[in-house]
């Protein structure tokens, strides 16, 4: 019986999958409307290159034009090139962070920024991330220094089901519509653990408990799959289709596999449980955040293809973070599941690159391997891939987005820094040249802007 | 379950660091000694009851020291972290225990953070492992909360322990005492940030005229054992310990300073590098956080990530917090130092201000900070370079002791690295 209610569910999803693709960004609501910075034809040349396949390139070149990567291999050229000479330094796919809070909780942090959490009900899955998005967020600029060419901005986890989040290319905007990644499928906030039932429970309403979030869960499951049912009846010619109601117009979403979950939850032993609530309502958990206890469960992971977003070294916050180890990352990746080091954080998302390396470093203590070709997967295509934008971005292949990063040395030192940073083949970033770098509105008279922040 | 056998290897970690090795000698490793030898290449240090007895290029070691043959290593004095909790908290949010924040106004600046120390806390061997040998540990400010409780201007007096884990860690009391301006003084004094001065102001001059006749009894605002704790900063042993990070803030504090003849440290200081000078010329170092370039608020608009060098170049001494996690993360002091020198400083520069500087801000040079004669011997082996972050103690000593190099996390690590038991983890020792 539940092997079958899966069976379909996988069908269901690899179906919607393809259809991602073909979507027309101009009838969805709220539409992207990026347009990339104009960018020419660029060669970077003698680089030691991380492809994010898992491939290191030694003296190679890549490139760019017409905003895709064209060609990476050794000896290229191209007729009036902007040739930069890359050798001594590394290129690497942007960095992509799948956790991010910046324009819902941007800097300055003042109460009157703090549009990340609508925490009003435990299930607001009908609230939007990129309604909150205040795109002089000061943040953005000082992530792009960092090599961040894309990210998901999602909103808190007060809340059992928080609401969509949004994917944004890094290039500042004057709105969110101007940054929203074409294409790129919306997911899901869900919370597990001490936040929900912390924030209901003291105010006497349910969740109160762990077994009151996944009553919360299963509950509003039970109302999406019969909203879901009578939309397809509806459409069918069948019966009258139900008011629109926009909460479970996501969850039912889920449902159908165009809206990725996206799964804040900490212990090992709730990720467990909210894979099995996946498979009694028939949707996958692309990826856990905060995933503290994710080498508990490795394993599980790995067999449900669910992603776990990591950090570095953040632990003992709260209860829930209190077995944080320095090697999670690593004992995923050595389970065969997908690795990502995520930020949660303004400061944390300038330097992925570095938390990284940490836990490279620590691997490495206790005779685990993770090389470089390896550990920058966790912070560009398995993001890209948890983001559902691995099609168009995420690795240094011909065809794929020109989101690209040259780095002064290896990423993973702490004393390199990003030279320069290409978001569809434009340069979005050059360290040494301020003329090229972004100012938002808010940082505009500060020492951001004498070079200070950026 | 085994719980006896539980026990004795708890036990036997607990104690690790209390086993006394009489003589310890590290050959063969590049020394930076932070101390007048500078760096000392293929050198032999040599270790005798807790302190530091020599430090010679090619010299022998001892007859029957233990030797560590450290070639191609380096050696570094322990890492000296300036601020934060260690040893005050276990789990931060809604689990307790949180013994660095005290509540009310019965006892601020007299409330002596020293008496909470756990040198048992688990984030102790979780730091140590990781260079940490040496921690100032400092009461939290006040903050209002849902019942009103606002905490005062004066947080109370710090200390300096070692992280030995041992019952005498606690190293010395009263290093500092805490003192909330700009922002987030401002909440505590009544909404101004001209409230928190004048607090600060009232309350040294009530401690001056209480110290100037004690056995007057005089209407006093403050109680009798905070104006007692004042002494010591009226008469310059123990320095204000101030938040604060708008430069017209820190003007006003340098003024301060100048006016009662007292001494200060700044943790904070993001506009720092917009008064550099002047801080130099007062005398006032700077604790802060490199990578904390966002403005939080408005009284950080000006952060840069080039402070730590501008206010190194300008004379002010420096040293380094982590940003983001002061207490569970201490051990990223090393993380903060090496993006410092990513943004301009030296690497002298910065490694002195994980070790040696921070010694020296809190008045504690004369006893650690650095590897030299006499001094006690916290020392930390590194494969290769400290600040870079895949770079790991091998082994740490801390007042000659060479401490056992597992913590809570690598327990749990070892035992989930074992993927090939048929046994559930609870069974894997």
Same mark, same amino acid.
């Given at each position: 019986?539940?092997?079958?209610?899966?069976?379909?569910?996988?069908?269901?999803?690899?179906?919607?999958?393809?259809?991602?693709?073909?979507?027309d960004?101009?009838?969805?609501?709220?539409?992207?409307?990026?347009?990339?910075?104009?960018?020419?034809?660029?060669? @970077?040349?003698?680089?030691?290159?991380?492809?994010?396949?898992g491939?290191?390139l030694?003296?190679a070149d890549?490139?760019?034009?017409?905003?895709?990567i064209?060609?990476?291999?050794?000896? @290229?050229?191209?007729?009036?090139?902007?040739?930069?000479?890359a050798?001594?330094?590394w290129?690497t796919?942007?960095?992509?962070?799948?956790?991010s809070?910046?324009?819902?909780y941007?800097?300055?942090?003042t109460?009157?920024?703090?549009?990340?959490?609508?925490?009003?009900?435990?299930?607001t899955?009908?609230?939007?991330? %990129?309604?909150?998005?205040?795109?002089?967020?000061?943040?953005?600029? $000082?992530? @792009?220094?960092?090599?961040?060419?894309?990210?998901q901005?999602?909103?808190?986890?007060?809340?059992?089901?928080?609401?969509r989040?949004? $994917?944004?290319?890094?290039?500042?905007?004057?709105?969110?519509?101007?940054?929203?990644?074409?294409?790129?499928?919306?997911?899901?906030?869900?919370?597990?653990?001490?936040?929900?039932?912390?924030?209901?429970?003291s105010?006497?309403?349910?969740?109160?408990t762990?077994?009151?979030?996944v009553?919360?869960?299963?509950?509003?499951?039970?109302?999406?799959? %019969?909203?879901?049912?009578?939309?397809?009846?509806?459409?069918?010619?069948?019966?009258?289709?139900?008011t629109?109601?926009?909460?479970? %117009?996501?969850?039912?979403?889920?449902?159908?596999?165009e809206?990725l979950?996206h799964?804040?939850?900490?212990r090992?032993?709730?990720?467990?449980?909210?894979?099995?609530i996946?498979?009694?309502?028939?949707?996958?958990?692309?990826?856990?955040?905060h995933a503290?206890?994710?080498?508990?469960?490795?394993? !599980?992971?790995a067999?449900?293809?669910t992603?776990?977003?990591?950090?570095?070294?953040w632990?003992?916050?709260?209860?829930?973070?209190?077995?944080?180890?320095?090697?999670?990352?690593?004992?995923?990746? !050595?389970a065969?599941?997908?690795?990502?080091?995520?930020?949660?954080?303004?400061?944390?998302?300038?330097? @992925?690159?570095?938390?990284?390396?940490?836990v490279?470093?620590?691997?490495a203590?206790?005779?685990?391997?993770?090389?470089?070709e390896?550990a920058?997967q966790w912070?560009?295509?398995?993001?890209?891939k948890?983001?559902?934008?691995?099609?168009?971005?995420?690795t240094l %292949?011909?065809?794929?987005?020109?989101?690209?990063?040259?780095?002064?040395?290896?990423p993973?030192?702490?004393?390199?820094?990003?030279?320069?940073?290409?978001?569809?083949?434009?340069?979005?970033?050059?360290?040494?040249?301020?003329?090229?770098?972004?100012?938002?509105?808010?940082s505009?008279?500060?020492?951001?802007?004498?070079?200070?922040?950026? | 379950m085994?719980?006896?056998?539980?026990?004795?290897?708890?036990?036997?970690?607990l104690?690790?660091t209390?086993?006394v090795?009489?003589?310890t000698a590290?050959?063969?490793a590049?020394?930076y000694t932070?101390?007048?030898?500078?760096?000392?290449?293929?050198?032999?240090?040599?270790? /005798?009851?807790?302190?530091?007895?020599?430090?010679?290029?090619?010299g022998?070691?001892?007859?029957?020291? /233990?030797?560590i043959d450290?070639?191609?290593?380096i050696?570094?004095?322990?890492?000296?972290?300036?601020?934060g909790?260690?040893?005050?908290?276990?789990?931060?949010?809604?689990?307790?225990?949180?013994?660095a924040?005290?509540?009310?106004e019965?006892f601020?600046?007299?409330?002596?953070?020293?008496?909470?120390y756990?040198?048992?806390?688990?984030?102790i061997?979780?730091?140590r492992?990781?260079g940490v040998?040496?921690?100032?540990i400092?009461?939290?400010p006040?903050?209002?909360?849902?019942?009103?409780s606002?905490?005062?201007?004066?947080?109370?007096?710090?200390?300096?322990v070692?992280l030995?884990?041992?019952?005498?860690?606690? /190293?010395q009391?009263a290093?500092?005492m805490m003192?909330?301006?700009?922002?987030?003084?401002s909440?505590?004094?009544?909404?101004?940030?001209?409230?928190a001065?004048?607090?600060?102001?009232?309350?040294?001059?009530?401690?001056?005229s209480?110290?100037?006749?004690?056995? /007057?009894?005089?209407d006093?605002?403050?109680?009798? *054992?905070?104006?007692?704790?004042?002494?010591?900063?009226?008469?310059?042993?123990?320095?204000?310990f101030?938040?604060?990070?708008?430069?017209?803030?820190?003007?006003?504090?340098i003024?301060?300073?100048?006016?009662?003849?007292i001494?200060?440290?700044?943790?904070?200081?993001?506009?720092?590098?917009?008064?550099?000078?002047?801080?130099?010329?007062?005398?006032?170092?700077?604790?802060?956080?490199?990578?904390?370039?966002?403005?939080?608020?408005?009284?950080?608009?000006?952060?840069r990530?080039?402070?730590?060098?501008m206010?190194?170049?300008?004379?002010?001494?420096?040293?380094?917090?982590?940003?983001?996690?002061?207490?569970?993360?201490? &051990?990223?002091?090393t993380?903060?130092?090496?993006?410092a020198v990513?943004y301009?400083? *030296?690497?002298?520069?910065?490694? &002195?201000?994980?070790?040696l500087?921070?010694?020296?801000?809190?008045g504690?040079?004369?006893?650690?900070?650095s590897?030299?004669?006499g001094?006690?011997?916290?020392?930390?082996?590194?494969?290769?370079?400290?600040?870079?972050?895949?770079?790991?103690?091998?082994?740490?000593?801390?007042?000659g002791n060479a401490?056992?190099?597992?913590?809570?996390?690598?327990?749990? &690590?070892?035992?989930y690295?074992?993927?090939? *038991?048929d046994?559930?983890?609870?069974? &894997?020792?």
């Amino acid at each position: 019986m539940h092997k079958s209610i899966v069976a379909i569910a996988t069908l269901t999803l690899l179906a919607a999958g393809c259809e991602q693709g073909a979507d027309d960004e101009g009838t969805k609501p709220y539409a992207s409307r990026y347009a990339p910075l104009s960018g020419g034809t660029t060669l @970077l040349t003698g680089a030691t290159v991380l492809t994010g396949t898992g491939e290191r390139l030694e003296n190679a070149d890549v490139l760019i034009s017409d905003g895709k990567i064209q060609a990476v291999g050794e000896g @290229l050229s191209a007729d009036g090139a902007t040739v930069v000479d890359a050798s001594g330094r590394w290129v690497t796919p942007g960095v992509i962070d799948v956790h991010s809070h910046l324009g819902v909780y941007a800097s300055p942090g003042t109460e009157s920024h703090f549009d990340g959490n609508e925490a009003t009900a435990p299930n607001t899955a009908e609230v939007w991330a %990129e309604h909150s998005v205040w795109p002089h967020d000061p943040g953005f600029v $000082t992530a @792009l220094a960092g090599g961040v060419t894309a990210m998901q901005i999602l909103p808190g986890s007060a809340n059992l089901f928080g609401g969509r989040s949004v $994917t944004l290319k890094n290039i500042p905007g004057r709105n969110v519509q101007e940054m929203k990644f074409p294409g790129a499928p919306y997911g899901l906030k869900m919370a597990c653990g001490e936040n929900p039932k912390r924030v209901y429970g003291s105010r006497g309403q349910s969740p109160g408990t762990r077994m009151g979030n996944v009553a919360g869960y299963r509950t509003a499951w039970i109302k999406a799959a %019969e909203y879901k049912k009578k939309m397809e009846e509806s459409a069918g010619g069948q019966g009258e289709a139900p008011t629109r109601d926009l909460q479970l %117009e996501t969850l039912a979403g889920v449902l159908s596999g165009e809206i990725l979950i996206h799964n804040h939850c900490y212990r090992g032993d709730e990720m467990s449980v909210m894979l099995d609530i996946a498979k009694e309502f028939g949707y996958k958990i692309t990826a856990f955040h905060h995933a503290v206890e994710a080498y508990k469960v490795a394993d !599980l992971l790995a067999e449900n293809d669910t992603c776990a977003a990591m950090w570095a070294d953040w632990w003992g916050f709260k209860m829930e973070a209190y077995d944080g180890i320095r090697e999670n990352a690593a004992l995923v990746e !050595l389970a065969g599941a997908c690795a990502i080091i995520h930020s949660d954080s303004a400061v944390g998302i300038q330097r @992925l690159n570095q938390e990284t390396a940490k836990v490279m470093g620590a691997a490495a203590r206790v005779g685990v391997d993770i090389g470089p070709e390896t550990a920058i997967q966790w912070i560009t295509s398995n993001p890209a891939k948890a983001l559902g934008i691995d099609a168009d971005t995420g690795t240094l %292949e011909a065809g794929k987005m020109a989101d690209v990063v040259v780095w002064s040395g290896s990423p993973f030192s702490v004393y390199t820094r990003a030279d320069q940073v290409f978001i569809d083949g434009a340069l979005a970033y050059d360290r040494f040249d301020e003329s090229v770098n972004p100012v938002t509105d808010f940082s505009l008279g500060t020492a951001a802007t004498a070079g200070g922040a950026q | 379950m085994n719980f006896s056998k539980v026990l004795i290897s708890c036990a036997a970690l607990l104690l690790a660091t209390s086993a006394v090795a009489q003589t310890t000698a590290i050959t063969g490793a590049t020394v930076y000694t932070m101390g007048p030898q500078g760096t000392v290449e293929n050198a032999t240090v040599v270790i /005798e009851d807790g302190r530091f007895v020599s430090v010679e290029a090619g010299g022998a070691a001892p007859d029957g020291a /233990e030797t560590i043959d450290a070639s191609g290593k380096i050696v570094t004095p322990g890492l000296f972290t300036p601020i934060g909790s260690l040893g005050l908290v276990e789990v931060g949010f809604s689990a307790g225990p949180l013994d660095a924040l005290q509540r009310g106004e019965e006892f601020t600046a007299s409330f002596d953070i020293a008496d909470a120390y756990n040198p048992r806390s688990t984030l102790i061997a979780v730091s140590r492992i990781e260079g940490v040998t040496r921690a100032i540990i400092t009461p939290s400010p006040g903050y209002p909360d849902e019942s009103g409780s606002y905490g005062s201007v004066l947080a109370g007096l710090a200390a300096m322990v070692n992280l030995g884990g041992g019952d005498d860690s606690l /190293e010395q009391r009263a290093v500092a005492m805490m003192v909330s301006l700009g922002q987030s003084g401002s909440g505590l004094a009544g909404g101004s940030r001209a409230g928190a001065t004048l607090a600060l102001r009232s309350a040294l001059d009530e401690a001056s005229s209480y110290g100037d006749d004690p056995g /007057e009894r005089e209407d006093y605002k403050l109680s009798l *054992s905070d104006l007692g704790a004042l002494q010591g900063v009226l008469s310059g042993d123990v320095p204000l310990f101030v938040s604060v990070n708008r430069a017209s803030d820190i003007s006003v504090l340098i003024d301060l300073v100048a006016d009662y003849g007292i001494r200060a440290i700044i943790v904070g200081g993001s506009e720092a590098w917009m008064v550099a000078d002047e801080l130099a010329a007062a005398g006032i170092p700077v604790v802060l956080a490199p990578q904390d370039i966002l403005p939080g608020n408005f009284d950080r608009l000006n952060a840069r990530r080039e402070s730590a060098v501008m206010l190194a170049d300008a004379g002010v001494t420096i040293a380094f917090a982590d940003g983001q996690s002061q207490t569970h993360n201490a &051990r990223n002091i090393t993380q903060s130092a090496g993006n410092a020198v990513a943004y301009g400083l *030296s690497s002298d520069a910065a490694l &002195r201000a994980i070790t040696l500087a921070p010694a020296q801000i809190f008045g504690v040079a004369d006893r650690v900070g650095s590897i030299e004669v006499g001094k006690e011997a916290d020392a930390v082996i590194w494969p290769a370079d400290p600040l870079e972050l895949t770079s790991y103690p091998e082994q740490v000593f801390i007042k000659g002791n060479a401490v056992e190099m597992s913590s809570r996390q690598t327990l749990l &690590r070892d035992r989930y690295l074992q993927t090939d *038991s048929d046994k559930p983890p609870a069974y &894997r020792k």
